[in-house]
């Protein structure tokens, strides 16, 4: 245990990384973000993929009349002619009690490894694939190797397989240990709590838990126990956030219950709507 400040950081700066592809960095980044947003803290998110993904999800939601309850800023990490851009501006979002980072897997970029410096806590979404294991070990030496201080490092398991007695389960769970052993947080919880693969999520149209599609003049819906499971892993990260800082800080915004679910989208629509009408009203 290291960090442990007076006064809890403000920005609290929460880095999604790890160097390697599809390890579900921006699903993370776009849940703990709504997450945090509705459970009333004031969350911007930085979309530092080449792709954008994240800023394309929140677009297609308020584009629905949905607001995901955070802001997201969208910055590339070189122009049109393939030179390095500049740091993000962020002096416009400087009362956002949380910012989180969307990474990609190229560290060697500035702006990647300034996201990785300037965090007061990593998490690297982990999926059970053996022959990545070394993608983690380097990631993890990387964060180790970066000048202090640095925040600590959450594993979050994702995209895993509940399978009796499977080899596969049996690796995955030698290598949280060694994760684990080597001053990773770790969900103390057994997979089977894990956020294991989910084909209805995959088809979604956003990275959203709570997205809907109709698919044959029926809406499809991920069912509620995985949208608790999802809530208990994020959970988690927030515990881990009070193991190294202590409580967390007050709430700015009003909380937004995800226990009734229809109640919380007229919620987000009459946000979006709100947030629609003030922009027009500037125009």
Avoid at 144 to 149: E, G, K, V, W
Wanted: charged share 20%; with cysteine.
């Amino acid at each position: 245990m290291e960090p442990n400040r007076s006064e809890y950081p403000r920005p609290f700066v929460i880095t999604v990384g790890i160097t390697k592809g599809g390890a579900c960095k921006t699903w993370t980044a776009f849940n703990l973000a709504s997450f945090l947003g509705m459970a009333g803290y004031s969350v911007l998110a930085i979309d530092l993929n080449p792709q954008h993904d994240l800023t394309a999800d929140h677009r297609i939601l308020m584009e629905e009349g949905i607001y995901p309850r955070f802001k997201v800023l969208s910055h590339d990490i070189v122009d049109e002619h393939g030179r390095l851009a500049p740091m993000p501006d962020l002096r416009p979002y400087g009362n956002c009690q949380f910012i989180i980072y969307d990474t990609c897997q190229f560290f060697n970029f500035p702006v990647i490894r300034y996201a990785w410096q300037n965090c007061h806590l990593m998490v690297a979404p982990y999926t059970p694939d053996c022959a990545d294991l070394k993608n983690y070990a380097t990631a993890i030496y990387y964060y180790r190797h970066l000048p202090a201080p640095r925040g600590p490092v959450a594993i979050l398991p994702t995209k895993t397989k509940i399978l009796k007695n499977s080899a596969a389960q049996t690796i995955m769970q030698d290598a949280l240990e060694l994760m684990r052993s080597s001053g990773c947080e770790v969900p103390p919880y057994s997979q089977s709590y894990m956020l294991e693969y989910n084909d209805l999520m995959s088809a979604q149209n956003t990275r959203w838990v709570y997205s809907r599609i109709m698919f044959r003049g029926t809406e499809k819906t991920v069912r509620q126990a995985f949208i608790d499971k999802v809530d208990l892993n994020l959970c988690w990260i927030l515990s881990v956030l009070e193991k190294y800082y202590g409580p967390l800080p007050a709430r700015t915004v009003p909380v937004i219950p995800r226990n009734d679910i229809p109640a919380m989208f007229e919620k987000l629509r009459a946000e979006a709507a709100q947030m629609e009408s003030e922009r027009m009203a500037v125009a």
